[in-house]
T-cell receptor, first 115, second 113 residues
Framework: AQSVTQPDIHITVSEGASLELRCNYSYGATPYLFWYVQSPGQGLQLLLKYFSGDTLVQGIKGFEAEFKRSQSSFNLRKPSVHWSDAAEYFCAVGAGGGSNYKLTFGKGTLLTVNP | DTEVTQTPKHLVMGMTNKKSLKCEQHMGHRAMYWYKQKAKKPPELMFVYSYEKLSINESVPSRFSPECPNSSLLNLHLHALQPEDSALYLC????????????FGSGTRLTVV
């Protein structure tokens, strides 16, 4: 079965600093990988996704992520963090075929941005 | 319309009540999902409706009952809930294939008293 590990429960960065959120996955086949962001009390918004091709993918809000098969990682990055980026970030892996397809989420990383 | 709409946004119900959560999308998506999310936890999958077929998560108690009246609507019927069922209930939809992420609604904050 697939699984996702986000090693960092909480990260604090200063506004304007760079950001990297870590994600490691476990899945036997080619993974479908996603990053979502959730503001307090809100639903999840898709930031970016990867399923094939270029291993560096660009997303919304200036985020990017790099897929590294050798490390089973899909880390999220942003060169300069804005205060509005403070939120919970979830990495997810999609697996299964047809009606059995489902997303499995990591436990999330809470991002705090200091002024 | 690129949204998933969930109603109500907030719901407080007693343990003997019957209530329903509603989810609607008009993106032509063929798969819809119910997730439960406790505070500071990731979403947990409850039910999947994919191409009009319901996939049951055996770990979900029978006091939760999904219903899919048509391809745009997904309801979650609640009956005799417990206080530990208090959570954010999220609905999501997708095109139904592996290549697509999910579009999530903003959720219903449920409190069982």
């Amino acid at each position: 079965a697939q699984s996702v590990t986000q090693p960092d429960i909480h990260i604090t960065v200063s506004e304007g600093a760079s950001l990297e959120l870590r994600c490691n996955y476990s899945y036997g086949a080619t993974p479908y990988l996603f990053w979502y962001v959730q503001s307090p009390g809100q639903g999840l918004q898709l930031l970016l996704k990867y399923f094939s091709g270029d291993t560096l993918v660009q997303g919304i809000k200036g985020f990017e992520a790099e897929f590294k098969r050798s490390q089973s990682s899909f880390n999220l990055r942003k060169p300069s963090v804005h205060w509005s980026d403070a939120a919970e970030y979830f990495c997810a892996v999609g697996a299964g075929g047809g009606s059995n397809y489902k997303l499995t989420f990591g436990k999330g990383t809470l991002l705090t941005v200091n002024p | 319309d690129t949204e998933v709409t969930q109603t109500p946004k907030h719901l407080v119900m007693g343990m003997t009540n019957k209530k329903s959560l509603k989810c609607e999308q008009h993106m032509g998506h063929r798969a819809m999902y119910w997730y439960k999310q406790k505070a500071k936890k990731p979403p947990e999958l409850m039910f999947v409706y994919s191409y009009e077929k319901l996939s049951i998560n055996e770990s979900v108690p029978s006091r939760f009952s999904p219903e899919c009246p048509n391809s745009s609507l997904l309801n979650l019927h609640l009956h005799a809930l417990q206080p530990e069922d208090s959570a954010l209930y999220l609905c999501a939809s997708s095109r139904g294939g592996q290549f697509y992420g999910y579009t999530f609604g903003s959720g219903t904050r449920l409190t069982v008293v």
